[in-house]
């Protein structure tokens, strides 16, 4: 079983201050995506990344893969409360359509 | 569109009990997933269907768990009986294809007293 380790596991932060998540395995992963998940809800995509090295930015958060495809970040700048949630990579390994999600990185904004 | 439907959103009940969740996923989605997710941790696959065929049941617990697909729609998955260890919320989610995007129903929180 592949696994996908994501650090910190908990973020505590004041709003307008940045943050980065990483999401680290020893395994190739053809694909890499990002979820946000609230309480009481399913995750929900945020970005699918591919190519190893390929950054993406989605407003203000900056996702990037490592160029060997084994890693992968997420990057929050100036945080707002409404990014407080679960954070979650997940990665598709070459020839398999299993998705395996990390361990999860719980952040809170706080005012 | 509507969304991946879940019932019910909660329940509670005593271990060695049974107990049966059920998803509709978006129409037209022929890959089905349920994940079990423990609360802070990410979801972890327990099986996936194609259609109304398994794909993958490799982490589902045999002894225990079922799921089940009939008609290549809707879907349910039980546990009989019931452990402790099984409190989690139970994820169901859909997608065209398999590599397609999935899209995430809101969940059944299981609590087992």
């Known amino acids: 079983t592949q696994l996908l380790e994501q650090s910190p596991q908990f973020l505590s932060i004041q709003e307008g201050e940045n943050l980065t998540v990483y999401c680290n395995s020893s395994?190739?992963?053809?694909?890499l995506q990002w979820y946000r998940q609230e309480p009481g809800e399913g995750p929900v995509l945020l970005v699918t990344?591919?190519?190893?090295?390929e950054v993406k930015k989605l407003k203000r958060l900056t996702f990037q893969f490592g160029d060997a495809r084994k890693d992968s970040s997420l990057h929050i700048t100036a945080a707002q409360t409404g990014d407080t949630g679960l954070y979650l990579c997940?990665?598709?390994?070459?020839?398999?359509?299993?998705?395996?999600f990390g361990t999860g990185t719980q952040l809170k904004v706080e005012l | 569109e509507a969304g991946v439907a879940q019932s019910p959103r909660y329940k509670i009940i005593e271990k060695r009990q049974s107990v049966a969740f059920w998803c509709n996923p978006i129409?037209?989605?022929?890959?089905l997933y349920w994940y079990q997710q423990i609360l802070g941790q990410g979801p972890k696959l327990l099986i996936q269907?194609?259609?109304?065929?398994?794909?993958?049941d490799s982490q589902l617990p045999k002894d225990r768990f079922s799921a089940e697909r009939l008609k290549g729609v809707d879907s349910t998955l039980k546990i009989q009986p019931a452990k402790l260890e099984d409190s989690a919320v139970y994820l169901c989610?859909?997608?065209?294809?398999?590599?397609?995007?999935?899209?995430f129903g809101p969940g059944t929180r299981l609590t087992v007293t």
């Open positions: 997940a990665g598709y390994t070459g020839g398999g359509n299993k998705l395996t």
């Open positions: 395994s190739v992963f053809s694909s």
């Open positions: 990344v591919v190519t190893g090295g």
């Open positions: 269907f194609q259609n109304n065929g398994v794909v993958d």
């Open positions: 989610a859909s997608s065209l294809e398999p590599d397609y995007e999935q899209y």
């Open positions: 129409s037209g989605h022929a890959t």
